[in-house]
């Protein structure tokens, strides 16, 4: 199994800029891709950005340009650089990873953190 801590998020004001963290730990080796999603209030959970093993990256469309998925020490941190940040952004952001238990992917997901962007 997989466990995810996450860090960062708070208040901001528009323009501003945010760093969310993600520690991984347990069956890191298992790990296929680590992610952000975010789930606004009345919304569906959506997914931000993801970083493969491979280092292969997706963003959401509206966050490209603007937010950047890194990685350390191979997919043990996950870090999701937000810059310009916009009202909109407000959410909460969770930690994802995909990883193998036997032959089967799993779903783990950390707590959640708040981020606020104020106009």
């Known amino acids: 199994q997989v466990q995810l801590v996450e860090s960062g998020g708070g208040l901001v004001q528009a323009g501003g800029s945010l760093r969310l963290s993600c520690a991984a730990s347990?069956?890191?080796?298992?790990?296929?891709?680590m992610g952000w999603y975010r789930q606004a209030p009345g919304k569906q959970r959506e997914l931000v950005a993801s970083i493969t093993r491979g280092g292969g990256t997706n963003y959401l469309d509206s966050v490209k340009g603007r937010f950047t998925i890194s990685r350390d020490n191979g997919l043990n941190t996950v870090n999701l650089q937000m810059d310009s940040l916009k009202p909109e952004d407000t959410a909460v952001y969770y930690c994802?990873?995909?990883?193998?238990?036997?032959?089967?992917?799993?779903?783990?997901w950390g707590q959640g953190t708040q981020v606020t962007v104020s106009s």
């Open positions: 994802n990873c995909a990883a193998w238990r036997g032959l089967i992917a799993y779903n783990y």
């Open positions: 347990g069956s890191i080796a298992e790990i296929i891709a």
